[in-house]
């Protein structure tokens, strides 16, 4: 019953906590493992969880082996990041945090995670996503950026 609860808990910090949760869409084997699961670059999407209609496509190197149903793997700190305004954005920039995280994915059992940050460019209207591999100790200088510039959208 207190695994239950934490659980719960879990997914509602999760759920309201406002980092955001993505979607597996598809994954590309890149190596062949005879007798394990093979290295793979999967897709993935998310909505920026404060920003309607920005939706971001990140790929991540997987690795393969028998860690990987287990979890135990610590995937490369290999990624690209890719987000547009897919309509009307109606957001006041001025209301969002600077440097916000949007979201976050474990990439090892221990410490180390891929996350992407928001950051506002207010003089060109533009929104910026950084994706960088972080880890406790010897951190990964692996970035991406993906800008997207706020365009009317439909009739004027």
Excluded at 7 to 20: K, M, N, P, Q
Excluded at 98 to 109: A, D, H, L, N
Excluded at 123 to 130: E, K, S, V
Excluded at 132 to 156: C, E, F, H, Q, Y
Aim: charged fraction near 20%; include cysteine; aromatic fraction near 8%.
């Amino acid at each position: 019953m207190r695994l239950l609860l934490i659980a719960a808990a879990a997914v509602l910090f999760c759920s309201f906590g406002g980092i955001a949760r993505a979607a597996d869409i598809d994954c590309i084997s890149t190596t062949f493992n005879l007798l394990s699961p093979n290295d793979k670059v999967c897709v993935s999407a998310f909505e920026d969880p404060q920003v309607p209609n920005v939706v971001c496509h990140i790929s991540q190197a997987r690795k393969g082996g028998w860690g990987q149903p287990f979890g135990l793997n610590e995937d490369p700190s290999n990624f690209s990041v890719s987000c547009r305004q897919i309509g009307p954005i109606d957001i006041d920039l001025a209301k969002l945090k600077e440097g916000q995280e949007v979201f976050t994915q474990k990439t090892s059992i221990f410490f180390k995670k891929t996350r992407i940050y928001r950051m506002i460019d207010k003089p060109h209207n533009t929104l910026i996503y950084l994706a960088v591999s972080s880890k406790i100790v010897n951190g990964s200088p692996a970035n991406a950026i993906s800008t997207v510039p706020i365009m009317p959208w439909g009739k004027s």
